[in-house]
C-alpha cells in the first residue's frame, strides 16, 4: 500500500474534502501563472451559426461574446509540451508532477471511503490549472457534461469517460478585505448541491467528487484577487479515437494500493 498520509473527511454523497495536502510558494504560482498567460494560446475560439456570434471554449461549450469574460480561464497544458514556445524550468516541471503525483494518493484514499469507484477509475489525463479573476465563476454543472445540440454529432464525447474528479487549491479564499494580499481572494467557494455542502479553498486542501450529476456544482464569484486551482479526473473505458502517443496514464494497481487486493 502506499503511505498516503492524507488528511480526508466523507461528507456524503460521494464527495469528500482534503485538508493541508501540498505547500505552495505563492511567488513561484503567481510567476508561473503569469508565465502561461504569456505563452498559452487563446482559451476560446469564435464561430458564427445562424447569424449569431458565440465564443467556444475547449470542452465546446457556448458562450455569448459578451459573457466569456465572467468565465473562467484553463491552462490545459500547464507544461506546453504541445507549444513551439516552451521553455519549461525545472522547478515548473517538478510543481506538476508533484500535483500529478497528489491526485493519484487523493484518489487511492478515496476509494478506501469508496471502494467501488476503484473498479471505474482506469486511467488519468494530464491534469490543467483554472484561474477566477474579479467577477469570473461558473454556474452549476457536472464534469461529464458534453455539449450537444439534437440532430448534430458532439465535437467530443471524451467526457463521458470521466468518473471522479479532483480539484486541489493553491491558494487561499480570505474571510475580509483587510486580509487581501498579493496572492488570496475572496469570494470563489465551491458548493455541491447534493452533498449540501460549502468548501471555502485554502491552500492545500482539495475535493474529490464523482463526476456525473451527483457531483453537480458550482464556483461563486470572485470579488477580488485571482483563484488558482489544479483539476483532474480519473475515467473509465476506452476512447473512440486512438492516437498515436497516447497520453493516457493507467493505473493497475489502484485496488492494491488502496487495500482492497493483498
Known amino acids: 500500500m502506499l503511505d498516503t498520509k492524507i488528511n480526508m473527511t466523507d461528507i456524503g454523497s460521494g464527495l469528500c474534502v482534503v485538508k493541508d495536502c501540498i505547500d505552495v510558494d505563492q511567488k513561484f504560482l503567481f510567476d508561473y501563472i503569469n508565465y502561461l498567460r504569456e505563452v498559452e494560446e487563446e482559451t476560446f475560439t469564435y464561430v458564427e451559426e445562424d447569424g449569431k456570434r458565440y465564443a467556444i471554449n475547449r470542452t465546446g461549450f457556448k458562450f455569448d461574446p459578451d459573457g466569456v469574460v465572467l468565465a473562467p480561464s484553463r491552462f490545459i497544458d500547464p507544461l506546453l509540451k504541445w507549444s513551439p514556445n ?22 487511492v484514499e478515496y476509494c478506501k471511503h469508496y471502494p467501488d469507484a476503484s473498479t471505474v477509475c482506469w486511467w488519468r489525463g494530464m491534469g490543467h490549472i483554472a484561474t477566477y479573476e ?8 457536472c464534469d461529464d ?21 479532483v480539484n486541489i487549491y493553491l491558494n487561499d479564499s480570505v474571510d475580509n478585505p483587510e486580509e487581501l494580499n498579493d496572492y488570496n481572494f475572496l469570494g470563489g467557494e465551491i458548493t455541491h448541491r447534493h452533498a449540501k455542502h460549502t468548501h471555502k479553498p485554502k491552500t492545500g486542501s ?8 451527483i457531483g453537480t456544482h458550482e464556483v461563486a464569484p470572485v470579488t477580488n484577487g485571482l483563484r ?35
Open 206 to 213: 482539495a475535493v474529490i467528487y464523482p463526476t456525473n450529476f
Open 145 to 165: 457534461q458534453i455539449p450537444h445540440e439534437f440532430g448534430k454529432a458532439p465535437a467530443s464525447e471524451y467526457p463521458k469517460h470521466s468518473k471522479v474528479s
Open 228 to 262: 488558482i486551482a489544479y483539476l483532474g479526473s480519473f475515467l473509465y473505458g476506452t476512447p473512440e479515437h486512438h492516437f498515436e502517443g497516447d497520453s493516457r496514464i493507467w493505473m493497475p494497481n489502484l485496488r492494491k494500493d488502496a487495500g482492497l487486493e493483498y
Open 134 to 141: 474579479k467577477g469570473q465563476n461558473i454556474g452549476p454543472h
Open 86 to 107: 516552451r521553455d519549461v524550468t525545472p522547478q515548473q516541471e517538478k510543481f506538476i508532477a508533484d500535483l500529478e503525483d497528489l491526485m493519484y494518493r487523493i484518489l
